[in-house]
Nanobody, 120 residues
């Protein structure tokens, strides 16, 4: 089993910054990709940013230039630096990882979610 522990959410004023962290642990052989999704009330979950083991990244158009995703492969941890936050960034943010377990089975894991609230 692979567990994800998220941290770093909270309440911030518009224009402020937050940094989210997500650490993966358990029977991990390798992690292929790590990413962040978010879900606002009444909306579907959407991709925010994703990063591969090699460092390739992809961002939602709405966060390009404001958010930066990074990862520490040695620590199986992914970060999301969020700058210039807007009220429309308010959502529950979920960490997602995909890879192989120590028995070489594919896995997809989700974190429990962390609330980000941006006040105007």
């Amino acid at each position: 089993q692979v567990q994800l522990v998220e941290s770093g959410g909270g309440l911030v004023q518009a224009g402020g910054s937050l940094r989210l962290s997500c650490a993966a642990s358990g029977s991990i052989f390798s992690i292929r990709s790590m990413g962040w999704y978010r879900q606002a009330p009444g909306k579907e979950r959407e991709l925010v940013a994703i990063i591969t083991r090699g460092g390739n990244t992809n961002y939602a158009d709405s966060v390009k230039g404001r958010f930066t995703i990074s990862r520490d492969n040695a620590k199986n941890t992914v970060y999301l630096q969020m700058n210039s936050l807007k009220p429309e960034d308010t959502a529950v943010y979920y960490c997602n990882t995909q890879g192989q377990t120590s028995t070489l089975r594919e896995f997809v894991s989700w974190g429990q979610g962390t609330q980000v609230t941006v006040s105007s």
